[in-house]
């Protein structure tokens, strides 16, 4: 079946534009996660949604970085004046409901020049 | 905070020799600790979860809360084994995960 997809796959943006990725979950999947994952690093947790409501928001690094998935189904992260430091690969996860395995997508690596 | 570390960043070994990556964690409950792996052009996948106690791959990791450690082990290495392989903790009331950064293993044929 359809594993979570993400998009873009690629983007490059010129520092201080707005950006927004999407991610489409596996369907049926209540839980969407967010992470950022800098180059050599780990995946660093941003935001986690139940339906369509952002449980956890601890992990957006300023107010710069929004997360919103208000059917409960996609999700969009948007970033705005993006910064140098915002490059990443930005992964989507969902899974089926809480305590459930969670499904990564492909990421979407984000280039800030 | 809860934290992991993943001491080694690159662990080459030969095919057929035993595998060990380390894994050591700091939190103050009781965590759920997990194994993700990514092979080349592949995206991040659940290798193993210490609640299953179970065998993946070949791969079995044990959850040693004295030492603080759940370090992956395989007795025999293959070369399809090579990926990175993210040891992650998931504690708290909801789903936060913090992953380690990574260890890169590299079986030599």
């Known amino acids: 079946g359809a594993g979570v997809s993400q998009s873009p796959r690629y983007k490059v943006a010129k520092r201080g534009q707005d950006v927004a990725l999407r991610c489409d979950p596996i369907?049926?999947?209540?839980?969407l996660f967010w992470y950022q994952q800098a180059l050599g690093q780990g995946p660093e947790f941003l935001t986690y949604?139940?339906?369509?409501?952002?449980?956890?928001k601890s992990g957006l690094p300023s107010d710069r970085f929004f997360a919103e998935r208000p059917e409960g189904s996609v999700s969009t992260l948007k970033i705005q004046r993006t910064q140098q430091e915002d490059s990443a690969v930005y992964l989507c996860?969902?899974?089926?409901?809480?305590?459930?395995?969670?499904?990564f997508g492909p990421g979407t690596r984000l280039l800030v020049l | 905070a809860q934290r992991v570390t993943q001491p080694e960043k690159l662990l080459s070994v030969f095919k057929g020799a035993p595998v060990e990556l380390k894994c050591n964690y700091s939190?103050?409950?009781?965590?759920?600790l997990f194994w993700y792996v990514q092979y080349s052009r592949q995206r991040l996948q659940l290798l193993l979860r210490?609640?299953s106690r179970e065998s993946i791959k070949g791969f079995t990791a044990d959850l040693n809360k004295g030492e603080t450690s759940f370090h992956l082990k395989k007795p025999f290495a293959q070369e399809e084994d090579s990926a990175m392989y993210y040891c992650?903790?998931?504690?708290?009331?909801?789903?936060?995960?913090?992953f380690g950064t990574g260890t890169k293993l590299q079986v030599i044929p």
């Open positions: 996860a969902s899974s089926y409901r809480y305590q459930e395995t969670q499904y």
């Open positions: 369907s049926g999947h209540v839980s």
């Open positions: 949604f139940q339906n369509e409501a952002q449980l956890d």
């Open positions: 939190y103050s409950g009781s965590p759920e």
């Open positions: 210490h609640i």
């Open positions: 992650a903790l998931k504690g708290g009331g909801y789903q936060k995960v913090t």
